[in-house]
């Protein structure tokens, strides 16, 4: 568990009453373990009943929270010259102007990357992912409707999704011109077209294939894939954004 849940568990005990305390510790009902009681996630990935990999679950990104998505790119993100002088500027003044600062949400693919899990509820017609991070939630239509046309610009963007075999596909697109793809600070613009697949390997492992084309931030698509575990007896906690932000009133004054 990182520091933060960390602290939050600690003033959470201390305030709640002791039902409430043990969520944290409750034991995931219904999932494979190995003898000494562990999660085996290992184990095949369960099926809806249509026969599709059931993506449900609370998962987790790699290494807490990712600063720098190019990370998983292996080399720096082909960026358009307007777009790396902004960039650079948002890590000399510390990320100032981060939205999340004022409690908007991450925007996608930033939202998967941040190291605080996400529980992702797989239904007829629907995908739901509720965010622990500034608490929102994102809502993929699988039940055959398109992207809307003349969309309303967005932070979260607005998410259709398919199957492809044992594979989801979402498109989402409909994003406003102020959403960061990172914690770093790297922009995108209202072009922005994100295209995820979402592949359950086995019980706890989830790989989210993500590319990003954005034509007027960067000079050509590219492509990354974020690696989940899940979280298995682990639970989303609240998260209320105005205190978890004070800091960033400080690096403003200073």
């Given amino acids: 568990m990182d520091a933060r849940r960390i602290l939050v568990v600690v003033a959470f005990l201390a305030a709640a009453s002791p039902a409430a305390g043990q969520w944290l510790d409750y034991r995931t009902p219904g999932i494979p373990r190995l003898p000494d009681g562990s999660p085996d996630l290992s184990a095949p990935a369960p099926k809806t009943s249509d026969g599709r990999p059931d993506i449900s679950g ?43 600062s004022r409690c908007v949400p991450g925007g996608v693919p930033r939202s998967n990357l941040v190291g605080y899990p996400y529980k992702i509820l797989n239904t007829p017609g629907l995908v739901a992912i509720l965010y622990e991070a500034v608490h929102h939630y994102r809502q993929i239509f699988t039940d055959g409707r398109q992207l809307p046309h003349d969309p309303n610009p967005n932070w979260m963007g607005y998410s259709v999704g398919r199957w492809d075999g044992d ?9 406003n011109d102020e959403g960061w793809l990172d914690n770093g ?3 995108n613009t209202s072009a922005l077209r994100v295209t995820e697949r979402f592949r359950r390997k086995d019980f706890g492992h989830l790989d989210v294939e993500i590319t990003v084309d954005d034509p007027k931030a960067y000079t050509r698509p590219w492509t990354i894939t974020l690696p989940l575990t899940l979280a298995a007896d682990d639970e989303i906690l609240e998260y209320i954004c105005s ?7 400080h690096l403003v004054e200073q």
């Fill in 243 to 249: 205190d978890n932000n004070r800091y960033f009133g």
């Fill in 58 to 100: 609370l998962w987790r990104p790699p290494g807490g929270s990712v600063r720098d998505i190019s990370r998983f790119l292996g080399e720096e993100l082909p960026m358009q010259p307007w777009a790396e002088g902004l960039y650079q500027e948002r890590r000399a003044n510390n990320s100032q102007d981060d939205p999340t």
């Fill in 167 to 175: 594979t989801l596909v979402v498109e989402t697109a409909g994003f």
């Fill in 185 to 187: 600070g790297h922009p």
